[in-house]
């Protein structure tokens, strides 16, 4: 959000904070930043926090403290339908319930509002959900998670992405992660 408000775009961002340091913190930097909250949620939980560790390969392993985005429904959604229709892109992470994933993705194509899924962390989506997404992100290994497969999967990129882009209809772009080229 505070990324594509700096390159000038007009945010709105539904989220979860703790009424707590961290949820503070968080709001003044968005309105520092240009980034509107007025409709974040404050919850009875603590604000999650996530901590980035570099393993000695560069790969990088994200630990979680859950909370208050844990209380991110479909009715704080629902109260931020008329902010999806007046969008040019709605952008979904996976890091809320999947009630709220579901809600927003619905939301976006009900006002014509193109869709992107960020789905990290990754968890099998809800048949619901495929044909709601216009643009999905996946990285290397989130990729096989979504199609359901396991370790030793034997697909490379462009076969994930081709099975991805068979359930969406819509446009699949994997990351890669350590600099890898294939």
């Known amino acids: 959000a505070i990324g594509a408000a700096r390159l000038g775009a007009e945010v709105s961002l539904l989220t979860a904070v703790g009424d707590d340091e961290f949820g503070r913190s968080a709001r003044e930097l968005w309105q520092r930043e240009g980034v509107g909250a007025e409709h ?89 959900c495929w044909p709601l997404i216009d643009v999905l992100t996946p990285n290397q290994t989130e990729a096989p998670v979504l199609l359901g497969l396991g370790d030793g999967h034997g697909l490379g990129d462009e076969q994930l992405a081709h099975a991805l882009r068979e359930r969406t209809g819509g446009t699949v772009v994997i990351t890669r992660g350590g600099g890898s080229v294939e």
């Not at 926090?49 to 959604?77: H, Q, T």
């Not at 509002?113 to 990290?120: D, V």
Request: cysteine-free; overall charge negative.
């Open 40 to 128: 974040v949620v404050t919850a009875q939980a603590p604000t999650m926090v996530g901590f980035i560790m570099v393993e000695p390969s560069g790969e990088n392993r994200i630990a979680i403290a859950p909370g208050a985005l844990d209380e991110l429904d479909a009715a704080a959604v629902d109260a931020f339908r008329a902010e999806i229709a007046s969008a040019d892109v709605l952008v979904v992470s996976m890091e809320i319930p999947e009630e709220a994933v579901v809600a927003a993705l619905r939301a976006g194509r009900e006002t014509g509002t193109r869709t992107l899924l960020n789905p990290a962390p990754a968890r099998p989506l809800p048949e619901e």
